[in-house]
């Protein structure tokens, strides 16, 4: 009688998730369509945008100033590894702020169910993109833009997006008290990139400079990522253990203060 009786269980949690899997995807798309209504360049230069970051930095630190990769025979692979998986943590913790503010117009939707959406449709935004370029890049006889392992590469992707929610959340929150933040972190964002080692490895980095590079949860994103990317890269400073600390850390406490000031939305 109890596997009887666990079986409809089951039957009704699969159907609720279900059915919960149904209305994030319409939220996706309903999210991505308002976003982009009307404005094709803007959903253009949404694909776009890390792909001009990268051709900036090919023509300034690889022409202009006559540099190489700081590591393998590519400074297009190079810089583009570091480049997407950063945008994929800068856009979803905008996009994430962004939704959270605007919950508060959407009827009888969870303010929670907003944000995975949002942040699952920048995701899938910046994956394409970066999918797209890799290939082309391979297809130019780039060889180092097949990933070695691609299950690296997804999981230092995967705890981006959820320090971007985290970040995101947090800030959605600090915006409304302190409205001078949203003068001061976009700057922060910036300062960040360097700090990230986008444009360098961070192990070859000056001692001074890598002590404090270290701290940043985003490096040890990249570093990962290269490492699944490259197969063979230097990693004396990856750690891991506090990149998941980082993220998980991030997201317990965005959603703490979410769901302290805002439950569901009416």
């Not at 800068?90 to 009888?108: C, D, I, K």
């Not at 701290?215 to 040890?220: C, G, Q």
Request: some cysteine; charged content about 15%.
């Amino acid at each position: 009688m109890v596997m009887i009786a666990a079986r409809p269980l089951r039957k009704d949690y699969l159907t609720a998730l279900k059915n919960w899997g149904q209305v994030i995807t319409y939220l996706m798309v309903l999210e991505t369509g308002a976003r982009f209504r009307g404005s094709r360049m803007a959903a253009i230069f949404a694909f776009c945008e890390p792909l001009l970051l990268v051709l900036l930095l090919v023509l300034m630190r690889g022409v202009f100033r006559g540099r190489f990769p700081e590591y393998g025979t590519s400074v297009w692979v190079f810089y583009s590894s570091g480049v997407f998986p950063y945008y994929m943590f800068l856009r979803v913790s905008a996009r994430t702020r962004v939704q959270y503010e605007a919950a508060r117009r959407l009827p009888r939707v969870s303010s929670t169910e907003l944000v995975i959406a949002s942040s699952a449709s920048e995701a899938a935004i910046i994956v394409a993109s970066a999918l797209v370029w890799f290939v082309i890049l391979w297809l130019c006889g780039q060889q180092e833009a097949v990933p070695t392992s691609l299950g690296i590469c997804l999981a230092a992707c995967f705890f981006l997006i959820m320090l971007g929610v985290g970040v995101g959340l947090i800030n959605s929150v600090v915006y409304r008290r302190f409205t001078i933040w949203k003068y001061i972190y976009p700057r922060f964002s910036r300062f960040l990139m360097l700090m990230s080692g986008i444009y360098w490895v961070v192990d070859l980095m000056p001692p001074y400079l890598r002590s404090i590079v270290v701290w940043f949860p985003t490096a040890h994103a990249i570093e990962w990522f290269r490492l699944g990317l490259y197969g063979r890269y230097p990693i004396h400073t990856l750690d891991v253990g506090y990149l998941i600390g980082c993220s998980v850390g991030a997201l317990f406490l965005g959603i703490l203060v979410h769901y302290s000031t805002l439950r569901y939305v009416r």
